[in-house]
């Protein structure tokens, strides 16, 4: 291989890592340093016989470089509070119009309350047997989420197909969704405004599935559900009932799988959350699959 040959793969290569950061604007072709002192005046200019115009002309040119920066600063805030709010109330209202999960999918492929959908390649709606007695709920999607239109997928979608199947379960007797169903961007964690905006859909998401138990891989589903700042390193394996209108549904939080991709010896508490969901299945009536 000759050395443009492998420079051109090293430039591919970064570049790639940039897409996937969430970079897809060029700013520009030299950097800028915006810690470097302002140039001195020219002495010439400041030493000007007549420096009259030249003070009539920064008196003039002031008020237009600093006053307009600082009303977008003040409109921006406001803007984007009120902004946030009503992306809660158009998705409250949408969802309680939903009578199935068909509707359910089209309510959000006409929501307009995210920003991230306009990055997203497309919603990431749901996977596996709506009719299950269990409902498993991640966070986000990811890249290949976003690219192939269904959660849980790649590498930790293969993890979740072992662990799940390590408990008599697959994705036929398993419905599978998310927090929120567009990619964030360089697949960071949802924001809190992102995921209240989602929340009237999720929750009528699982009305809509009436599951006996729901499985939470991650903190954004338990924070979101149960209102409160989860840190799943400290939830994990903690049973709570979800206040649905059925009725309460027993909640496992757990590790999410591309956690544990990270983290592989966690994959030790991991499997003691899955044996204790299988023991709640078991008092609950719901059956492994058949092999």
Known sequence: ?????????????????????????????????????????????????????????????????TAAPARQAVRA??????????AAVTAQQLAAQCADLAALRQALDGFRGLAIRETATQLVFADGNPDADVMLIGEAPGRDEDRIGRPFVGESGKLLDRMLAAIGLDRQSVYITNTVLWRPPGNRKPTPAEVTAMLPFLVRHIELVAPKALLLTGGSALSA???????????????????????????LPMFHPAYLLRQPALKRQAWADLLSFRTRLDELGVAPRQA
């Open 1 to 65: 291989m000759n050395n443009s040959t492998s420079q051109f793969d090293a430039d591919l290569a970064a570049l790639a890592f940039l897409v996937d950061a969430g970079l897809d604007i060029a700013i520009g072709s030299e950097p800028t340093d915006h810690l470097k002192p302002p140039a001195e005046p020219d002495p010439v200019t400041t030493e000007s016989a007549d420096p009259a115009p030249l003070r009539q002309s920064a008196r003039a040119q002031a008020p237009k470089a």
């Open 77 to 86: 805030e406001p803007d984007a509070v009120v902004s946030e709010r009503q």
């Open 225 to 251: 559900l149960f209102d409160f700042d989860a840190r799943i390193t400290r939830e994990r394996g903690r049973w709570r009932d979800y206040p649905a209108k059925g009725g309460p549904i027993p909640a």
